[in-house]
């Protein structure tokens, strides 16, 4: 009775709609409130605002440093992207398809960044990177959010790999195709999906990460989030909150284009 | 008759891997290059600093359990860590079982409201409730428009801002797998325990939560870990004078420049992370198999 709504009783019922109504109203007010205060005309960003402005926008648009903060994420993000996907398949298809002593203890061992505190590896990273003067490059940014993307990578490649039936690569093999051709024209386009999500998701860590690349940074050399939190750091102003919405904006529209994937592979 | 309808033999072939199973090493080695030199080896070489600079010894280690100063750290960041899981588990068990039973569109809703906060930029969120909670943010002003309070209620550069931030971040990850779990269940068990008999309480005290207890124990475990080497939300809702073990050790590298205790802090977080996950892989196997 307990799992299934019709039949779980009223009070019961009306409890966790309450609490799930809430919950709901928690998640979504930090972001509704950033995104009406982008276009408020307070400065201390009081709520209702005043009056309504763009003012946040043509101030972010005005100032280079956020235009080349943001070009830093996009570049680094995508050769993160690159490289994890490429990685994280060769690494999938050894855990998955080889056999060799061990593969359970390095399959651990490969998604211990995933779990590992960020801050630890951020902090180890720098000591060695500032030896070899590799911070402040594109290197270092890349590097460091490679290792925490690569896990994910994995996980997804390999749930999609555990998924394919190799059969199919005999077939094509007994059929008379080269090494080359199997893999590029029979299991390549058959993980296509796990492989996109993988490369999304690798996109997505490297985008969003703060703490490696706040220690990678250097002055003028620096990602958006970077950017985000030395401004935060000084002050809460509204243009922060301007690119906030415009961040927000774009991880809608992520969401929307992965519905839309979802939907057109069903 | 019996002939046609056995197994294909192919079948039973396809299933055995196939002779290049030797290979399978040699496509570790970009990615098990990559880890060595960028994760395994500075990582180590962080740790080893906590024994050897400026001396060799313990001294650094004898530090942090000797001074105020840093137990109280380790205190903060043990009990964020718990107040964190607890609201967690006491708001998201609701939130997964109602995910897990209603129709489908409601559900696919609370998901994608789920999914929204989840994927918006941790410093947008983070952001989000310093103006929130500020003195002169939404919550205070209200507050004393309605009367509730006198004077603005201090809800950040303290424990209280970084446990909403904090809860506001974990609570994803402690209702997908909740819900993963929940949703596998069948319903009919839970009715059999009704007819058995067994009051609402009964079945939901003795076979609900038992049901659901391997996906609450490992979202609650994965909230635990987190909140334990979080920095960001932290750093930015807490201020400094309540600081958590992740901040400590940024701080102590980036403006103490003392090496050997940030090493030595490192290690204690490490420690405790990889304990925890190591118990996680034992009972409940590898993350891969789960959502």
Redesign the interface.
């Known amino acids: 009775m307990l799992l299934d709504f019709d039949r779980m009783g009223r009070p019961l019922r009306a409890t966790l709609v309450g609490i799930a109504t809430l919950t709901s109203l928690f998640l979504l007010a930090p972001i509704v409130f950033i995104v009406a205060l982008s276009f408020g005309s307070s400065q201390w960003l009081i709520f209702p605002p005043p009056g309504w402005t763009l003012q946040w926008y043509r101030d972010l648009f005005a100032d280079p440093g956020w235009l080349e903060a943001t070009w830093a994420s996009v570049r680094i993000g995508l050769l993160v992207m690159v490289l994890s996907v490429v990685l994280g398949f060769l690494t999938a298809l050894a855990l998955v398809r080889g056999s060799f002593p061990g593969r359970a203890a390095l399959k651990a061992l490969f998604l211990t960044p995933m779990v590992m505190p960020v801050v630890v590896l951020a902090v180890a990273l720098y000591a060695m990177f500032l030896k070899l003067g590799l911070t402040g490059t594109l290197f270092g940014f890349v590097v460091g959010h490679l290792v925490i993307a690569l896990p994910f990578s994995i996980i997804t490649i390999g749930n999609a790999l555990e998924g394919f039936d190799f059969s199919l690569e005999d077939a094509a093999r007994i059929c008379g195709a080269s090494e080359w051709t199997v893999k590029w024209r029979v299991t390549l386009p058959s993980l296509r999906l796990g492989l996109g999500a993988a490369a999304v998701f690798s996109f997505l860590v490297s985008w969003d990460e703060v703490v490696v690349s706040i220690f990678m940074a250097t002055p003028g050399v620096e990602t958006l989030p970077v950017r985000i939190w030395a401004a935060l750091r000084q002050d809460l102003s509204p243009v922060i909150a301007a690119a906030s919405a415009l961040l927000i904006g774009f991880t809608l529209l992520m969401m929307l284009l992965a519905a839309a994937l979802k939907k057109r592979n069903r | 008759m019996n002939a046609h309808t056995a197994p294909f033999p192919?079948?039973a072939a396809?299933h055995a891997?196939?002779s290049r199973?030797?290979?399978?090493?040699?496509?570790?080695l970009?990615?098990a290059t990559?880890?060595l030199l960028?994760?395994l080896?500075?990582?180590a070489?962080?740790l080893v600093?906590s024994v050897t600079e400026p001396s060799f010894g313990l001294q650094h280690y004898r530090e942090l359990v000797g001074s105020w100063t840093y137990l109280r750290v380790l205190g903060n960041t043990f009990l964020v860590a718990s107040v964190v899981t607890v609201v967690a588990v006491v708001?998201g068990f609701?939130?997964a079982?109602?995910?897990?039973?209603?129709?489908r569109g409601w559900a696919q809703l609370?998901m994608?409201?789920?999914?929204?906060?989840m994927?918006?930029?941790?410093?947008?969120?983070?952001?989000?409730?310093?103006?929130?909670l500020?003195r002169?943010?939404?919550i205070n002003?209200t507050l004393l428009k309605w009367g509730w309070i006198d004077s603005p209620l201090p809800l950040v550069n303290n424990l209280v801002g970084v446990t909403i931030g904090m809860t506001?971040i974990m609570?994803p990850f402690l209702v997908l797998p909740l819900h993963g779990t929940?949703k596998a269940?069948d319903?009919s068990i839970?009715?059999a325990?009704?007819v058995c008999g067994a009051s609402?309480w009964q079945?939901?005290r003795r076979?609900?939560v038992p049901l659901a207890a391997p996906g609450l124990a490992s979202g609650a475990l994965m909230v635990f870990?987190m909140s334990?080497?979080?920095?960001?939300t932290p750093a930015?809702l807490g201020g400094t004078s309540h600081m958590m073990l992740?901040e400590l050790?940024?701080q102590l590298?980036q403006s103490l420049l003392n090496?050997g205790l940030?090493g030595a802090a490192?290690l204690v977080?490490?420690a405790v992370?990889?304990g925890l996950?190591a118990l996680q892989?034992r009972w409940f196997g590898?993350?891969?198999k789960g959502r």
């Open positions: 192919m079948a396809a891997p196939p199973s030797s290979t399978g090493l040699r496509w570790l970009p990615a990559l880890l960028c994760f080896v500075p990582v070489m962080l600093r708001i609701p939130v079982w109602l995910m897990a039973v209603l129709p609370l994608n409201i789920l999914l929204l906060s994927w918006t930029n941790l410093l947008v969120r983070t952001y989000a409730w310093m103006v929130l500020q002169t943010g939404f002003q506001y609570l929940l269940l319903p839970l009715r325990a009704a609402r079945a939901f076979v609900l870990v334990l080497g979080y920095f960001v930015l992740a050790i940024a590298v090496w940030a490192a977080l490490l992370t990889l996950y892989l590898l993350a891969s």
